[in-house]
């Protein structure tokens, strides 16, 4: 799960602008911790998933955005 996260998570950053970037950052800091007070694995590897899914969501959701920015000009 780790490293399907941190794949998205890099392939997020990039399309953002910088103050969504900085809101990310801050966003993603507070998740590691709620994630290492998480116990149990079964219970960690579902706030892993949780996180996976939000972040696909929110890369198709900008990437949208982004192509229909393109398609305006």
């Given at each position: 799960g780790d490293r399907q996260l941190n794949r998205i998570y890099?392939?997020?950053?990039p399309i953002l602008q910088p103050a969504e970037r900085e809101g990310l950052i801050k966003e993603e800091r507070a998740w590691i911790l709620q994630r290492?007070?998480?116990k149990g694995s079964d219970a960690k590897e579902k706030v892993v998933q949780d996180r996976i899914g939000e972040l696909?969501?929110?890369?198709a959701r900008k990437v949208t955005e982004l192509n229909s920015q393109q398609g305006g000009e």
């Open positions: 890099r392939s997020l950053i290492d007070a998480t696909s969501d929110r890369v």
